[in-house]
Structure formats: C-alpha cells, structure tokens
C-alpha cells in the first residue's frame, strides 16, 4: 500500500469518526461558535493525524530497529499463491481516486469563477451604514469573502436592514475559510459519506451561529428578523460556496431560533472528543515512513543465528562468543551472507557470514569497507512489491504488517527487493525476485 493511499484511508477514518460524534452528540447544541471551533479542529486534525508519529505501532517498530536480513545467491522460488487481486486493480484504485478529485476540483474551480464573475458584473452600494455589492440577477443575498451580494429586485428597509446584520456576521467572522475548507475535504475525499455531507454541516452550523449573533445584538426584534426570513427565503439560494441568507430550510433556522439555550453543563459533551482523538492517534500509524536507523531501542533477544558461520564485528572477523556477549541494545544491523552472495563477497567461501554491525561502530573505516562488498540495499516505495509479493506475505505470515520494501542490487545478480514485516515487537525480513516469488533464505 503506498504512503499516499494510507494517508489518505487514515485521514478518512479520523474524519468519519469525527463528525459522527458532531452528528451524533452536538449539531443539536446552541453552542453555535463552540460547534464552529469542533468542526474546524475536526478537519485540521483529520488532515494532520496520520502525519503524525505518535501511535502505538509506531511505537513497536521502532522498539527494534534492526532485523536480521538473510541474502541467499542460490535462491530458489517458492511456491507462492495466486495474487489475491490482480495488479491491474491496485493500479486502478489511485486512477479512480485521481479521476474522482479531477471532476470534482474542476466543479470547485467552475463554482469560484462563476462567483468572480458575479463580483466583476455587480455594482458598489451602500444601506444602514453597511457596504454592499449589488446584483444584476435576482438570488438570495449571500457573503463571499469580505464582500455582500444582494440581488436585483426591490426590499423593503426592514429586510434589507435584516439582510445585511446578518450577512456582515458571516463576512466579519471569515465564516468562508470554513465553507472553503469543507469543500476542499469533499474534493480529496469524495469516496467518504462523511466529507460528501460536510459542506452541509459546515454552512448550517455558521447560519444557526449568525441567527444567534444577529438576535444577541439587539438591534432586531426576534419577530421582525423571522418575518424577515420568511419575507426572503422565496428567493432563489445563492452560490453553493457563499453563506447565503436563505441557505436552509426556514422552519430549521426557526425552530433552532426559539430553542433554549443548552445548560452550561450540555458543554461537557465536547470533552469527548479528546479521548476520541487521543484513541485515533494511538490507533493509526503514522503514514510516513519510520526510519528505523536512528532508533536506539531493541529487546534482549537470541539472534538465531547458524553457529557453522564466519562473523564478522563491525568489519572484523571475531569468533561466535563475541557475538554471543553483545547486548542487543547495541546493534545496528545484522546480514547473513548464503551461497554464491557468500562466496562472491567473501572470496570463495563455502560457510555462510555473518555481518553485525554496532551502533558504536558503524563508521569505522572496517566496517564500512566490509559493508561496501555486501548487497547494496536502497528504500524504496511499497508499491514496489508485486501483488504476488503482497498475496504471499498475506497468506504466509497473516496477522503481521508490511513496515518498509528495499531494492537490493548485488553485482552480477537480478534485482531483488526486501520485505520487512512485523507482527508486535519483532520485525522479519524476506527476498522476492521481480516477479514477486518468495525467495529461499
């Protein structure tokens, strides 16, 4: 799976979970900016949360940073299953994705000209002391940026005075970086029932927010602003990324209107969302790649390794107690060396070798000339591994998680590429040709 299709699976889930719990236990609330607040942090953190390196499987895969990796020149294939789903597939899923984004990118970026033309073709004015851009067309009044629209068409100074407190909220508060915002999660995340729906409870939270502040100032009476509403809301919506006046239904504004305000206690509902936040860090690993190298951790383990082998220390020939007296906690790497990769690295040789390298003495001249005659090992991306790869590691070792692929090149060898999994604690290492047979170690 690549970094950016489990980005992208991770960032969703975190925002379905997100606004369910909206859904679920607050949209009902009169906390109108605190809901503003909950569904801004709600797409930053669903964006943000797979960035980060805080979960607990980030945790185990750094808590040994080293697997024995074992390169055998005489492999042989290995009986592999059938691909559990051909690699035309998994091709076409970022094909989809990309296609799905393009269309509705394209509608968003139709939706912006759209209203730069309504500005381009709309005239200054002025009421009540409130600047205002006047429409050549008949729509509902709407905000869009820092500017007011109102359409053609006559209202009297009641409304317009009502029209225009309202829409200055929205213009005031920036209520277009959240409509915006919401948009631009619909567009990357399509796929998501969550993302589709939240433009809609984005918009009708910041109107139910601009009734409120518009009925707390005063400067109208409740009555006179809902006659007012009823008076406008027979005119056609306005653009789906402004805060139009007419935005919802009139009975919803109303009834949301002459709700009682929830008890000070209803607040504490908003305290869920941290443990839920917390639980999704924990639960999610991070979507980008852990460096194993610079973990300092590792549990005191055997090493398994063959007692008939050479081994060598940091770039010297040691005998096996020397091994055996290292602290694990110590050790940056180990390579086991079999048949002609043994020979070709080590003149001839018959016994498999044994490479350790230590934290300490990775960059001492020894072993990185020793290091120079192994396979050379490049990261490189997940989806570098065959789907046949992919159905083997699942069938073989099922439970266990893919935590990194890299292309090994030997002289004088095909191209191999290593897989490691981890199951827990403990990482395990596999060669694959480039068809994806599982190789003999």
Known sequence: MTPLLLYMLKANLALLVLLGLYYGLLRSLTFHFLNRLYLLCAMIFAAMCPLLKLSYWNATALAQPWAVVVYEGAATPVATVAAASPEWLLQ??????????AVLAGQLLLRLAALLRLRNTSIPGSAHGIAYRQLAVVASPFTFGPDIYIGAGAHTAADLHAVLLHEQVHARQVHTLDVLLAHLLRVLCWFNPAALRLPELVQRNLEFLTDAVVLESDQLPRKAYQYSLL??????????????????????????????????????????????????????????????????????APLG??????????????????????????????????GADAARAFAGTTQPVVVVTTLAGASSPEAEALAARLPHEQPVDMSYLSAE?????????????????????????PVRYRAEIAKGRRPLSMLFDEQGHALTQ
């Open 92 to 101: 076409a899923v970022p094909v989809l994705y990309s296609l799905g984004v």
């Open 389 to 413: 790869a992919l159905a083997y590691i699942v069938k073989t070792y099922p439970g266990h998680r893919l935590t990194g692929v890299w292309k090994v090149t030997t002289q004088g060898q």
């Open 305 to 338: 390794l063959p007692t008939n082998a050479v081994f060598y220390l940091d770039g010297k020939q040691v005998p096996l107690a020397d091994i055996q007296r290292l602290d694990t906690k110590t050790i940056a790497g180990v390579a086991v060396l079999k």
């Open 231 to 300: 008076r406008v809301s027979s005119l056609l919506p306005g653009p789906p990324l402004a805060s139009s006046f007419s935005f919802l239904p009139l009975k919803h504004r109303i009834a949301m209107m002459n709700q009682p305000k929830s008890k000070r206690l209803q607040a504490l509902r908003y305290f869920l969302a941290l443990p839920v936040a917390f639980a999704l860090l924990l639960a999610l690993p991070s979507a980008v790649p852990v460096s194993t190298s610079a973990a300092k951790v590792a549990p005191a």
